[in-house]
């Protein structure tokens, strides 16, 4: 049972244009929702994260949107660049409940020069 | 900012061995630390959570008695592989919650090879 979802394995984008990821969770009871970047046998860099009672969260080139009544939420990066090339998981939590952090499945994310 | 130091990062052994695997808060308490594993190109899967001073609380299908965790301090979380098999060749790392902005502080993980 995946309670979070990353329905493009991969998107492929052009230096300079936008990227957006999406994610798509089943669980009512996520309230904190995180981005991160990994490369190969490293451990996940975090990139944003948003709490729940915001829709919105900006942090420099990236920006995370939630919509919490279709359970989704997306990370735009703009502009792309080739060194934002690299797998992006989104991952939520409960909260105080069991603090767990569930990921999503995951997408490639390609920059061309 | 928080750290979580984890050990081995990389480590080859044969089938029926056993391997253990610690992650070490350097900078905060982790009275709590979660465990995954990452098989190649597909997500990080959660396989239990260790809790300071009590039992390691499995995810469905996680199979306790070969995936033994122990959190014997604040600051260290062990998991060590039982039995090692092929199939148990994965990526494992650790993560404990942190105080920090960002929530969840990542070990560097350890890739396991059982040959």
């Known amino acids: 049972d995946q309670q979070v979802k990353q329905n493009s394995p991969s998107l492929s984008v052009q230096e300079g244009r936008i990227s957006i990821l999406n994610c798509d969770y089943t669980?009512?009871?996520?309230?904190?929702f995180l981005w991160y970047k990994k490369y190969p046998a490293e451990g996940p860099t975090f990139l944003i994260s948003?709490?729940?009672?915001?829709d919105k969260n900006e942090d420099g080139r990236f920006t995370v949107f939630l919509n919490k009544s279709a359970k989704h939420l997306s990370l735009h990066i703009v502009p792309s660049q080739p060194g934002d090339s690299a797998v992006y998981f989104c991952a939520a939590s409960d909260g105080g409940a069991t603090n767990k952090l569930i990921f999503g499945t995951g997408t490639l994310l390609a920059v061309q020069p | 900012g928080a750290v979580v130091s984890q050990h081995p990062s990389r480590v080859i052994c044969k089938s029926g061995t056993s391997v253990k695997i610690e992650c070490r808060s350097l900078d905060f308490q982790a009275t709590t630390m979660f465990w995954y594993r990452q098989f190649p190109k597909q997500s990080l899967m959660l396989m239990a959570t260790s809790n300071e001073g009590s039992k390691a609380t499995y995810e469905q299908g996680v199979e306790k008695d070969k995936f033994l965790i122990n959190h014997a301090s604040l600051t260290l979380s062990t998991l060590t592989v039982t039995s090692a098999h092929p199939e148990d060749s994965s990526f494992y790392i650790c993560?404990?919650?942190?105080?920090?902005?960002?929530?969840?502080?990542f070990g560097s993980g350890t890739r396991l090879t059982v040959v």
């Open positions: 948003i709490s729940s009672i915001k």
């Open positions: 669980n009512s009871m996520f309230d904190y």
């Open positions: 993560s404990a919650p942190d105080s920090s902005n960002y929530g969840y502080t």
